[in-house]
């Protein structure tokens, strides 16, 4: 045989194993006694897992079968572009110039402005090495003649694009100093190009900048010319309003304005008084016409009465009608009655209204009032200490005016009170000609008033809005002062600064180089090595993963959903093992299928199993060494089994269990002999094998008549097993046809060599033929094996008969 089955060779010997397997597994059957329907493929979906862990684990998997093809061709490959990069590049030569770049530009004395807040110093490192290499600064490089004349530049149709992508610009660590190279074949041509860009640089930007500064000198200076104007504008303007007001003092100008208020409330209340004595007046020399012209007419009426001897209250009494003369002397008698009465009962209104038009007591009025409004100013707009040295003055000259004012008013009271009693010798025309003159006087004295009045007004509205204007100009002026001040300042800082030392000077002009640039070879024979290198690995990768090759467990539980019945560790190269490892993958191996073993034992229980199809999607995915390994650990557990090579176009199970080929389940098929003819026993106790016979073409009609079903229900009947040994299912149809008549099948798969596609494929097909998918097995997969523990007895000892221990 080629290969041994799962145990030692059946004997007497075998036999408490087999008990003891049927033992194990009968009290298994007994876990669960609901009966299974038979397996059907579940679809599920990945759980746990995102699509890029996926593809990242498919990768690796790739990488793992692939990496020894991919690494030997890389190499090669990787060689060879190197070798022949590094031979096509010809010789250059490498030339540089240093420019100094200050990280900090310390100024002379000052900060001025256009210093400060600069950029950081890698922005301004960035900056410059992106300005050297503006057109504007390549254009001004090449137009000069010496290097506008050169065959190298001519030769270019875009000169300024060709040697911006010549130079490079770095920092060699990261210092101050900006390196400018150019490579080529010719040195001299080299070091005239990086100089003439240099210099340029250093003209077009490092120059600028000065004239910038100097530039920015002369627009501060316009400015300062400017603000000078503005200032004197200004004060011209400030002049004129101080003449117009009288001061220029805030708090003058506060006094000041409050005084002409003073003075406009002082003449409104003159102007009120003045008026309200002229009404007084009228009205007093009305009463006096008026009594004048009653005592006038009061003698006729007597004179008349009496000639006729008339008694007026006789004539009442009888009821006669009063004459209108009776009526307007009463009228007037009650007039008379009624004034008297007034000027009795309210002195001070006619001594107020005298004071109002006394030459004496209005001039002390208008004192009065405006010491009182200057006091209450006073105590309101100053300070403390101010206040308390300047209201005493003020209260003293206000206590002399009252007491003048007091002594003008008690006169004036006594002048009309002896005018009322009739003490003072003044006939009534006299009082009507006083009158007379009072309302005159205070006709014009309203006019005089009134024209103070208009004035003040006008006085106050002017002087409101000229303080405004006033103070929005001295703000101005405030404005423009400070702003010349800070101008002057910048001006004199700048022209102290504008000749320090620029921030960007060069250190070393460029030489003709003397050397070929080695170096610069290696780069791009490494590039071109690593690219040839990963090339290879990146497809084949790639290519494999398309593929979607089975690398692990995890990939069919979670693709497919087909149930994984067992893993098998993968087979060793022939001479490749001790024999301390041989018998640990023994070990591993027979643990393996035993587990897949009880699992069929467990459904023939259960479900009544019996007649089992070991196939797999494609050719080289392991079926027959799986059949022929589940037959003899089946058998090992005293069952009969009948293993049958169906795969009929490839048939191999003769030559591993050394049988003869002929004659099999195709004579059997074709009737020539019956099949209990043509069963064979094998070495392995238990196993009997119906080899595949010698295969036509009509046998496919044999399979898919009714005579198959009668033979395979002659196997169940006289075998607790049928394994059947099929062909591929999906590239042919032997598989399905023979498939469609066992209880389930068996898919076997090979690590790294069966595809998802194709799997699912298989499993799509055999449930097209109403065949149970009892679950997949997987080769290659490493497994552990839990070892017995042994004890080593050396010979000398193993010779003598033990001895017993005390006590035992």
Not at 503 to 526: D, T
Not at 766 to 783: F, Q
Request: aromatic letters at 4%; glycine letters at 6%; one cysteine or more.
């Amino acid at each position: 045989m080629a290969i041994e089955p799962n145990s030692d060779r059946a004997g007497d010997s075998d036999e408490p194993v087999r008990r003891t397997d049927r033992a194990y597994t009968d009290r298994a059957y007994d876990v669960s006694p609901e009966p299974v329907a038979a397996y059907m493929r579940r679809q599920t979906m990945p759980m746990g897992e995102e699509p890029e862990d996926r593809t990242y684990a498919a990768v690796m998997h790739s990488l793992r079968r692939r990496w020894p093809l991919a690494t030997g061709i890389g190499m090669i490959l990787a060689v060879l572009a190197s070798s022949y990069v590094w031979n096509m590049q010809r010789n250059v030569y490498r030339t540089s110039a240093l420019v100094h770049i200050a990280s900090d530009h310390t100024p002379l004395v000052f900060n001025t402005v256009d210093r400060a807040g600069r950029n950081p110093y890698e922005v301004f490192k960035s900056t410059q090495q992106q300005m050297i290499t503006t057109r504007f600064v390549l254009n001004n490089a090449l137009s000069q003649p010496e290097i506008a004349e050169m065959p190298v530049v001519r030769s270019q149709v875009d000169p300024v694009k060709w040697l911006g992508g010549q130079l490079q610009i770095s920092f060699p660590g990261e210092a101050e100093i900006m390196q400018v190279s150019i490579q080529g074949g010719d040195p001299a041509v080299l070091a005239k190009l990086v100089n003439s860009v240099v210099d340029s640089y250093l003209d077009e930007v490092v120059m600028a900048d000065r004239n910038r500064r100097l530039d920015r000198l002369a627009d501060l200076e316009k400015q300062q010319g400017a603000q000078e104007d503005l200032i004197r504008k200004s004060g011209e303007s400030i002049s004129k309003l101080v003449e117009a007001l009288g001061t220029s003092d805030e708090d003058q100008l506060t006094i000041a304005q409050q005084g002409v208020i003073a003075d406009l409330n002082m003449t409104r209340n003159q102007l009120t008084k003045v008026r309200l004595a002229r009404i007084a007046a009228s009205a007093e020399l009305g009463l006096l016409q008026s009594r004048l012209q009653a005592e006038a007419e009061t003698p006729l009426i007597e004179e008349a009465a009496e000639a006729v001897a008339f008694d007026p209250a006789d004539v009442k009494e009888d009821g006669d009608e009063a004459t209108d003369g009776d009526v307007e002397l009463a009228e007037i008698t009650e007039q008379a009655d009624g004034v008297a009465t007034k000027l009795r009962d309210y002195p001070d209104t006619y001594v107020i209204q005298a004071m109002a038009t006394d030459p004496e007591a209005s001039p002390l009025l208008n004192k009065i009032d405006r010491l009182d409004a200057k006091a209450a100013m006073v105590e309101t707009r100053f300070d403390e200490e101010t206040a308390k040295a300047e209201l005493p003055e003020i209260r003293a000259e206000l206590a002399e005016l009252q007491e003048k004012l007091e002594a003008r008013k008690a006169e004036l009271r006594e002048e009309l009170r002896a005018m009322r009693s009739g003490e003072m010798p003044q006939s009534t025309e006299e009082r009507m000609e006083l009158l007379t003159l009072q309302i005159v006087l205070a006709d014009e004295q309203e006019k005089e008033l009134q024209k103070s009045l208009d004035k003040l007004d006008g006085e106050v509205r002017n002087f409101g809005r000229k303080s405004i204007v006033l103070e929005m100009e001295r703000s101005k002026l405030s404005a423009h002062k400070r702003i010349s001040e800070r101008l002057t300042e910048e001006i004199l800082q700048l022209q102290v600064e504008i000749n320090a030392d620029p921030r960007i000077r060069s250190l070393s002009a460029a030489v003709e180089p003397k050397s070929f640039e080695h170096q610069s070879k290696m780069p791009k024979a490494m590039a071109a090595g690593a690219f040839f290198f990963l090339l290879p690995v990146c497809g084949l990768v790639w290519l494999d993963v398309r593929k979607q090759r089975i690398g692990c467990i995890k990939d069919l539980s979670q693709r497919t959903g087909v149930s994984i019945l067992g893993a098998v560790p993968p087979t060793p190269r022939i001479g490749a093992l001790r024999r301390q490892s041989e018998i640990i993958w023994r070990e591993k191996l027979n643990d393996s299928i035993s587990s897949i073993a009880a699992t069929l034992i467990r459904k023939q229980h259960r479900e009544g199993l019996k007649t089992v199809v070991v196939t797999s999607a494609v050719e080289g995915e392991g079926k027959t060494t799986l059949a022929s390994h589940l037959s003899m650990s089946l058998a090992a557990g005293g069952n009969r089994v009948l293993l049958i090579d169906f795969d009929l176009r490839r048939p191999s199970l003769d030559e591993l269990f050394e049988v003869d080929a002929t004659p099999g389940i195709c004579e059997t098929l074709r009737g020539e002999v019956a099949w209990t003819d043509a069963v064979k026993p094998t070495e392995a106790a238990g196993v009997f094998l119906l080899p595949a016979g010698h295969w036509r073409g009509h046998v496919l009609e044999e399979l898919a008549s009714h005579r198959i079903q009668k033979l395979f229900d002659e196997f169940r009947s006289q075998y607790d097993f049928v394994l059947v040994d099929t062909s591929p299912v999906v590239p042919v149809v032997d598989a399905r046809l023979v498939a469609q008549h066992a209880d389930g099948a068996l898919l076997s798969l090979m690590r790294d060599v069966s595809r998802l596609p194709l799997l699912e494929s298989a499993c799509e097909i055999l449930e097209s033929y109403n065949v149970p998918v009892l679950g997949a097995v997987l080769t290659g997969i490493e497994t552990e094996t839990y070892r017995a523990k042994t004890r080593r007895v050396d010979a000398a000892r193993s010779e003598k008969p033990s001895q017993p221990r005390a006590g035992k």
